[in-house]
């Protein structure tokens, strides 16, 4: 099955100073497939993302995003993805609606779009009695599913995940993955991060970093035949056992 | 044009949601603008005086006498010996130690010449010097008082005396306060254009927020401005209540046009935002852009012309004035408010101003980073 690649990467490598963030990394991305992105703290996950999404600058090697080459249209790949950070994104103080408003007005839908998405994420989320709340008031698992809502609202062709769901209890991680399924289903591609191995499980393919590098990239099923592995757990302890760098880089 | 709405709509949103920043725009100019100038008084006062009299004669008393009467002396002891008097020194009781001769009377009658010791504390170096020249001052008109009555008049004038009157021009009563409230006036501009503005921006760093924005498609400019208009906005409206204050307070009302002062003062807090926005680019906490802030801060008041004059500082001072955007905007609004300054005046400084502003603003949007 050939599909469309919405994400080219080839010998992609950053380094600072004598320290070599992503050495080298080289894989596609289908359109609509769910990717997940796995690594150890410091593996070098978070380096590569920001490159992809046009905040940091690769050193050498090649990569296009949504058909846009990173070093020359950083800004035409910003208009077609949506990103959400481990960081917090949303402005806490202010409102949920506020908030849909602002990122929806600054990717340029009109006013009727604006309405139109506020009262459908409203109503999705069922945050109809919490539209005038203080995001900061909201419990962690409800901002990070509003904060997911609010990265695709210009319903880009891929979205950035990193460490979406950290800190966020077992049911509201299992509504997330439901939000991931219905926007791959729309056609969005899901580029995710993550420390839960039962989330990479639900992942269409996976790689796993190891030191800067990407091990191994396959389905699931075939990381676990591959490694004679019963869980994605034992996969990712595999291979990351083989680190010779520090953590929390 | 509507990206920046949108982000003019969300910062106004935060400002009026957040109590301190409301608070500094509101109450500090106020707090300053009345307790400041107040203390900021260069006129010295209630000099402490002890007097050592060895004479105790009618001269030594009349001259005492003379010397608490001009206003500007507090008599603490008189004293018979020195060593008392340095005793009040010593305890911060006295200033100036003024010993008077025994045969003071006698000298300077007889051989119309005598001679009186003035020991100065100069620990408060000003005090000290004013304190001095004010007694200097008491002392030759005496010497003149008592010259007029007992030395016979020669036939023709012998010493030719030079009176000099003074008048001082643009605020004739040497007001200090008319003097330092438009100062302060400034300094306030100053600190919300930098201050408020670096701490705003970083803020957006620390949280985390500002990664979200250098993700979506906001031009570099767009995100500037959002951040430019509401403190610049901020500013002039600071300025308003500055002046305000300013009126009621001092009745302190500019003779310029002020017209040509809130010209000024829009193109001053461009200039100075533009240096709140460098501090932002370099600064990763807000802890750093305080320090950062607050160091040059310290630096812009000491060499602005503020408290000290920058005609009396070394040359080298001087020239490091020429670099501190505050020192022209406290010229220009002096000359506004107190003289009625106009264009043809001020245009020189609004000159400067303006390449402050084209070389700060473009410096800090060359430094902000969308990617690093």
């Given at each position: 099955?050939?599909?469309?690649?919405?994400?080219?990467?080839?010998?992609?490598?950053?380094?600072?100073?004598?320290?070599?963030?992503?050495?080298?990394?080289?894989?596609?991305?289908?359109?609509?497939?769910?990717?997940?992105?796995?690594?150890?703290?410091?593996?070098?996950?978070?380096?590569?993302?920001?490159?992809?999404?046009?905040?940091?600058?690769?050193?050498?090697?090649?990569?296009?995003?949504?058909?846009?080459?990173?070093?020359?249209?950083?800004?035409?790949?910003?208009?077609?993805?949506?990103?959400?950070?481990?960081?917090?994104?949303?402005?806490?103080?202010?409102?949920?609606?506020?908030?849909?408003?602002?990122?929806?007005?600054?990717?340029?839908?009109?006013?009727?779009?604006?309405?139109?998405?506020?009262?459908?994420?409203?109503?999705?989320?069922?945050?109809?009695?919490?539209?005038?709340?203080?995001?900061?008031?909201?419990?962690?698992?409800?901002?990070?599913?509003?904060?997911?809502?609010?990265?695709?609202?210009?319903?880009?062709?891929?979205?950035?995940?990193?460490?979406?769901?950290?800190?966020?209890?077992?049911?509201?991680?299992?509504?997330?993955?439901?939000?991931?399924?219905?926007?791959?289903?729309?056609?969005?591609?899901?580029?995710?991060?993550?420390?839960?191995?039962?989330?990479?499980?639900?992942?269409?393919?996976?790689?796993?970093?190891?030191?800067?590098?990407?091990?191994?990239?396959?389905?699931?099923?075939?990381?676990?035949?591959?490694?004679?592995?019963?869980?994605?757990?034992?996969?990712?302890?595999?291979?990351?056992?083989?680190?010779?760098?520090?953590?929390?880089? | 044009?509507?990206?920046?709405?949108?982000?003019?709509?969300?910062?106004?949103?935060?400002?009026?949601?957040?109590?301190?920043?409301?608070?500094?725009?509101?109450?500090?100019?106020?707090?300053?603008?009345?307790?400041?100038?107040?203390?900021?008084?260069?006129?010295?006062?209630n000099v402490k005086i002890a007097i050592v009299d060895h004479d105790h004669s009618t001269y030594s008393t009349s001259m005492i006498y003379k010397i608490t009467a001009s206003g500007y002396f507090i008599l603490t002891g008189i004293n018979d010996s020195h060593l008392d008097a340095m005793e009040l020194v010593e305890r911060d009781h006295a200033d100036i130690i003024l010993e008077i001769p025994a045969h003071f009377e006698k000298d300077l009658v007889k051989e119309s010449e005598t001679e009186v010791l003035m020991s100065v504390n100069a620990i408060n170096g000003m005090r000290a010097n004013l304190g001095a020249s004010y007694l200097s001052v008491i002392l030759r008109d005496y010497n003149q008082?008592?010259?007029?009555?007992?030395?016979?008049?020669?036939?023709?004038?012998?010493?030719?005396?030079?009176?000099?009157?003074?008048?001082?021009?643009?605020?004739?009563?040497?007001?200090?306060?008319?003097?330092?409230?438009?100062?302060?006036?400034?300094?306030?501009?100053?600190?919300?254009?930098?201050?408020?503005?670096?701490?705003?921006?970083?803020?957006?760093?620390?949280?985390?927020?500002?990664?979200?924005?250098?993700?979506?498609?906001?031009?570099?400019?767009?995100?500037?401005?959002?951040?430019?208009?509401?403190?610049?906005?901020?500013?002039?409206?600071?300025?308003?209540?500055?002046?305000?204050?300013?009126?009621?307070?001092?009745?302190?009302?500019?003779?310029?046009?002020?017209?040509?002062?809130?010209?000024?003062?829009?193109?001053?807090?461009?200039?100075?935002?533009?240096?709140?926005?460098?501090?932002?680019?370099?600064?990763?906490?807000?802890?750093?852009?305080?320090?950062?802030?607050?160091?040059?801060?310290?630096?812009?008041?000491?060499?602005?012309?503020?408290?000290?004059?920058?005609?009396?500082?070394?040359?080298?001072?001087?020239?490091?004035?020429?670099?501190?955007?505050?020192?022209?905007?406290?010229?220009?609004?002096?000359?506004?408010?107190?003289?009625?300054?106009?264009?043809?005046?001020?245009?020189?400084?609004?000159?400067?101003?303006?390449?402050?502003?084209?070389?700060?603003?473009?410096?800090?949007?060359?430094?902000?980073?969308?990617?690093?």
């Open positions: 099955m050939e599909t469309e690649k919405v994400i080219i990467v080839k010998d992609l490598t950053k380094s600072f100073g004598d320290f070599i963030g992503t050495n080298a990394i080289t894989f596609d991305v289908h359109k609509g497939e769910i990717f997940g992105f796995l690594g150890a703290n410091g593996a070098g996950k978070t380096t590569a993302m920001r490159m992809l999404c046009g905040l940091s600058r690769p050193s050498s090697g090649e990569a296009s995003v949504a058909g846009y080459d990173v070093y020359k249209y950083p800004e035409e790949i910003k208009r077609n993805i949506g990103y959400m950070s481990q960081k917090f994104s949303l402005y806490e103080d202010l409102t949920v609606k506020e908030n849909i408003r602002f990122y929806s007005g600054i990717y340029g839908l009109n006013k009727s779009q604006i309405h139109e998405k506020t009262s459908s994420l409203l109503d999705q989320l069922h945050l109809l009695n919490e539209k005038d709340s203080l995001v900061k008031s909201l419990p962690l698992g409800w901002k990070q599913k509003l904060a997911f809502s609010i990265a695709i609202v210009h319903n880009p062709a891929i979205v950035f995940l990193d460490e979406p769901t950290g800190g966020v209890d077992p049911i509201t991680r299992r509504e997330f993955w439901e939000m991931i399924y219905q926007a791959s289903a729309n056609g969005t591609t899901v580029f995710v991060t993550t420390h839960y191995m039962d989330e990479a499980e639900y992942c269409n393919r996976v790689s796993i970093m190891v030191d800067g590098k990407i091990e191994a990239l396959d389905t699931p099923s075939n990381l676990k035949r591959y490694h004679n592995a019963k869980t994605m757990d034992d996969v990712f302890l595999i291979l990351a056992r083989k680190a010779q760098r520090q953590a929390d880089q | 044009m509507n990206i920046l709405r949108y982000l003019l709509e969300k910062e106004f949103r935060q400002i009026f949601r957040d109590p301190s920043i409301l608070r500094m725009i509101f109450i500090m100019p106020i707090i300053q603008l009345i307790i400041l100038p107040q203390a900021a008084n260069y006129e010295v006062k008082d008592v010259r007029l009555k007992w030395v016979q008049l020669p036939r023709f004038d012998e010493v030719k005396r030079l009176n000099i009157t003074s008048t001082n021009w643009y605020n004739p009563h040497m007001n200090y306060k008319l003097f330092m409230v438009p100062g302060i006036l400034v300094i306030l501009l100053t600190m919300v254009g930098a201050f408020l503005a670096a701490l705003n921006i970083v803020k957006e760093k620390e949280i985390g927020t500002i990664e979200q924005i250098n993700v979506t498609p906001i031009k570099k400019y767009h995100f500037i401005l959002g951040k430019l208009i509401p403190f610049w906005m901020m500013g002039m409206f600071v300025l308003s209540l500055g002046l305000l204050v300013a009126r009621v307070f001092y009745g302190i009302v500019p003779l310029g046009n002020i017209g040509l002062l809130y010209l000024f003062s829009g193109c001053y807090l461009i200039a100075v935002l533009g240096l709140g926005l460098l501090i932002s680019t370099i600064s990763q906490t807000q802890q750093q852009a305080m320090l950062l802030a607050f160091f040059l801060m310290m630096i812009f008041i000491m060499m602005s012309g503020l408290y000290t004059s920058i005609d009396s500082m070394p040359y080298w001072a001087q020239v490091v004035t020429w670099f501190n955007p505050v020192s022209y905007f406290i010229e220009v609004v002096r000359m506004i408010v107190l003289k009625g300054s106009t264009f043809r005046d001020i245009q020189f400084n609004l000159g400067i101003i303006l390449i402050f502003a084209i070389v700060l603003n473009s410096w800090a949007v060359f430094s902000y980073k969308k990617r690093n």
